[in-house]
């Protein structure tokens, strides 16, 4: 998992505004993947994709985009439409296509005030 | 959707004791059932995984069993250090394709020394 980085490991944003976090994998992973954990919660699928230039909504996709033009990166966005945006992000990917062995990046905290 | 319950909240033991955490799930097509250490502040780390065709998986101290018929899975940690103390994350994946992992609440594994 040392081959996932996500970037910045703090993110300050004001509500109302767009902001993008990272995720780059050096792995050759094709499948990657996005979670959401709150505190005292568990991890929620936001998106995944299980390869280039295609992706699908997870449990709580609404109030988040991603593209996937690169196999190694898998950005996120998180819109001004996402109600509660404050979490801390957390970016997986797989070596294969089905989900098995996913490797966590070291997350992004985002705080919205 | 997949549905997953973890028990107990928190697990406090005694150092060189055996931990156990039980998690149950609700989709029959599940096939994927991995477990994450996850320590304050860091990203979850996949300690032991095991499959839908395999009952039972051990790996050191570090023991999973599955039961299909019941729907459930277990942790167990044998001669608990220190170091084992974390939130421990049992999660399912369902069948069918890459729907990525949904993920029990957790448990706070607390070693006493």
């Known amino acids: 998992d040392g081959g996932i980085t996500q970037s910045p490991k703090y993110l300050f944003r004001k509500e109302g505004q767009n902001v993008t976090l990272s995720c780059e994998q050096n792995?050759?992973?094709?499948?990657m993947y996005w979670y959401r954990q709150d505190p005292g919660q568990g991890l929620r699928l936001i998106y995944y994709s299980q390869i280039v230039n295609d992706f699908q909504k997870g449990d709580i996709a609404e109030g988040y985009s991603v593209s996937r033009e690169k196999k190694e990166s898998f950005p996120l966005t998180v819109t001004s439409a996402q109600k509660n945006p404050t979490a801390f992000y957390l970016c997986a990917s797989s070596p294969t296509r089905t989900g098995y062995e996913q490797y966590f990046g070291p997350g992004t905290r985002l705080t919205v005030t | 959707g997949e549905n997953v319950e973890q028990h107990p909240s928190t697990l406090s033991v005694q150092e060189g004791d055996s931990a156990v955490i039980k998690c149950t799930y609700s989709?029959?097509?599940?096939?994927?059932f991995p477990w994450y250490k996850q320590e304050l502040g860091k990203r979850p780390q996949l300690i032991i995984d095991?499959?839908?065709?395999?009952g039972e998986k051990k790996d050191q101290r570090i023991a999973v069993t599955l039961n299909k018929t019941a729907k459930h899975f277990s942790l167990h940690i044998t001669e608990t250090q220190p170091e084992d103390s974390a939130v421990y994350f049992c999660?399912?994946?369902?069948?069918?394709?890459?729907?990525?992992?949904?993920f029990g609440k957790g448990t706070h594994l607390i070693i006493q020394p």
């Open positions: 792995l050759n992973h094709d499948a």
């Open positions: 999660a399912a994946r369902g069948g069918g394709g890459a729907d990525g992992l949904t």
């Open positions: 095991i499959r839908s065709n395999v």
């Open positions: 989709d029959s097509a599940s096939n994927y």
